[in-house]
């Protein structure tokens, strides 16, 4: 497994979001670009699934910009995790 930087910049407002933790994998002798983007969640956030959006759509830019695509020219399939440890409601 190999991290990925998780900080990223908005196009429109220069705003800086991070991720907790982005990861992709190493199958088979090649890299399998399945990125894990990891959420920690201690507090409720009714707009979590809307949040989890807007940070892919960012890592999507991100990978775009660098060149880091499928050799098909689509986009790796993400695997978005968040974890709640607060208390419960």
């Known amino acids: 497994m190999e991290k990925v ?3 990223y910049v908005t196009d429109e407002d220069f705003r800086g979001r991070a991720d907790d933790i982005v990861w992709r994998v190493k199958f088979g002798g090649e890299w399998v670009y399945l990125y894990l983007l990891m959420e920690f969640q201690s507090s409720v956030d009714k707009y979590m699934a809307l ?3 807007v940070y892919q759509g960012l890592l999507y830019q991100d990978l775009i910009k660098r060149g880091e695509i499928l050799a098909d020219g689509r986009l790796p399939p993400i695997l978005p995790i968040v974890l709640y440890n607060g208390s419960q409601h």
Do not use: A, K, Q, Y
């Open 51 to 53: 949040r989890r959006m």
């Open 5 to 7: 930087p998780g900080n």
